[in-house]
């Protein structure tokens, strides 16, 4: 039956010479952007639902979701290509390969893919959810992608806050400025160091950030010290000419049994 549903939705593709996706009820609603940068294409579809990545349902491909959705503003799109773009680099003869940045795919679980799913049972991975990637509707809470570079010991997010997170009137809300500042620090710290938890994170608000705007954070490693990882963090707006916020943080390598008693 599921394998007939596959053909079907294959034969659909071979005659418009779109790829489809499949809902969750196994009809074919929508076309399925396969390559590249993904945007709105204003496709009659998209009035019902925004286009997202949308993988075949009973498969264990789970959505990225640090790639460009409809909600994303301009200013998300160019920084995404700008940063995007120093993923590779052009070489003499006219091909690519590949640059100092990485663009870090992102899930709605941790655990699974901090660990690549070796530690802990499927039951575990499957309940362990990702709080900042966990607002189902799109631009309304944290929209972000995170590019790392190894060789600096770097990595800098684009990051726009969507209305849930208001604050302030008209701005967000310092715990959600101090959740993407720990999810990019931890994450950078992970990145060098492998399992970690937040053991401090010390947070100086300097400007309001404007709720809906695009915003650059920043983070370095400062130093490692045994098992101590120390970053630093400047949150600053997208042309860098404001600084939002600044920070520190310290991470502490674990064993990933330490979160369950062990
Ligand atoms: C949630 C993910 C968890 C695991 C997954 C792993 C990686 C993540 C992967 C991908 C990332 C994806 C997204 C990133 C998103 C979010 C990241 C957010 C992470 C969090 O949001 S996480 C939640 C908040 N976080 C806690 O809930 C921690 C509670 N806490 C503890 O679980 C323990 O406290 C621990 C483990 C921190 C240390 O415990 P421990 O027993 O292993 O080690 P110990 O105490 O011996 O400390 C060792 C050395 O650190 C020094 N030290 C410790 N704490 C210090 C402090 N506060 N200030 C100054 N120094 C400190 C000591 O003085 C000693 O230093 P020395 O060796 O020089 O004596």
């Given at each position: 039956m599921l394998r007939r549903g596959f053909q079907l939705v294959k034969g659909l593709g071979q005659i418009t010479g779109q790829k489809f996706s499949t809902g969750r009820n196994g009809i074919t609603i929508r076309p399925l952007l396969s390559t590249g940068t993904q945007w709105d294409?204003?496709?009659?579809?998209?009035?019902?639902r925004p286009l997202t990545m949308s993988p075949w349902p009973f498969s264990t491909q789970p959505r990225d979701y640090s790639l460009p959705n409809a909600s994303w503003s301009e200013e998300m799109k160019r920084l995404y290509d700008h940063y995007n773009a120093l993923c590779e680099v052009e070489v003499e003869g006219g091909g690519k390969r590949k640059g100092p940045w990485r663009r870090l795919p992102s899930y709605n679980r941790t655990i699974k893919y901090a660990t690549g799913g070796?530690?802990?049972?499927k039951v575990l991975q499957a309940k362990a959810r990702l709080f900042t990637r966990?607002?189902?509707?799109?631009?309304?809470g944290f929209e972000y992608v995170v590019f790392s570079n190894k060789q600096e010991k770097r990595c800098v997010c684009v990051f726009q806050a969507g209305h849930l997170l208001e604050g302030p009137p008209g701005h967000v809300h310092g715990g959600a400025i101090a959740t993407i500042i720990d999810s990019v620090t931890g994450t950078l710290a992970s990145y060098l160091s492998g399992p970690v938890m937040t053991a401090n994170l010390s947070i100086n608000y300097r400007s309001p950030i404007p709720l809906g705007s695009v915003v650059l954070v920043h983070s370095s490693l400062e130093r490692t010290e045994g098992r101590k990882t120390f970053v630093t963090c400047q949150v600053t707006s997208a042309d860098g000419s404001k600084l939002h916020t600044e920070a520190t943080g310290l991470f502490v390598s674990i064993n990933v049994g330490h979160l369950f008693g062990a």
């Open positions: 294409t204003g496709s009659p579809f998209q009035t019902i070796r530690c802990l049972s966990n607002i189902e509707e799109q631009g309304a």
